[in-house]
């Protein structure tokens, strides 16, 4: 897939939450009036690291990924030290499968670390065999901590030093 992975300024807001839109409406219920709101203060977040992943012909933008501080107690106590936590990794579903979630990551990875975290945290439902192949394949491991979700369904979270 010919992508550009850009770091997200103010102006990609727009058009990333739709992408955001695309893949949970692929693969979830539909997001609640309140998680969208909580997605464009992450998105807003000046702590946050946002990168755009935007297809080098077009420009359009096919995938987000963002981290921000890495919180202790399930990401609700302090803020760690060194750790961001990867709070999205989302591709629209037409590029599903092409290596862009990989992509994302990757310069995800390169912001994280250049921000000085040097380990990443991300949480996925026990369910989601592709998020949790996808951040496998790029050298997170369970970490043991995992929380159950409304549903009732495990919610996992995997780890990862920076290399």
């Known amino acids: 897939m010919p992508l550009t992975v850009v770091d997200g300024i103010a102006a990609d807001h727009e058009a990333a939450v739709p992408v955001w839109r695309a893949a949970n409406l692929a693969s979830l219920p539909p997001p609640t009036v309140d998680r969208v709101a909580q997605i464009w203060e ?5 702590r946050a690291c946002l990168v755009i992943g935007r297809h080098k012909t077009d420009g359009d933008i096919l995938a987000i990924a963002l981290a921000e501080p890495g919180r202790a107690e399930q990401g609700i106590g302090a803020v760690l030290p060194g750790y961001g936590h990867v709070s999205m990794v989302f591709v629209h579903p037409d590029v599903w499968g092409q290596g862009v979630g990989r992509q994302m990551l990757q310069g995800l990875h390169e912001r994280a670390l250049a921000t000085g975290w040097n380990g990443t945290t991300p949480w996925t439902r026990a369910s989601n065999t592709r998020a949790r192949r996808l951040y496998e394949c790029q050298g997170y491991r369970a970490s043991g901590d ?5 549903d009732g369904e495990p919610f996992l979270q995997m780890e990862r030093q920076a290399h």
């Open 42 to 46: 992450k998105l807003a977040d000046p």
């Open 146 to 150: 995992q929380a159950t979700l409304g």
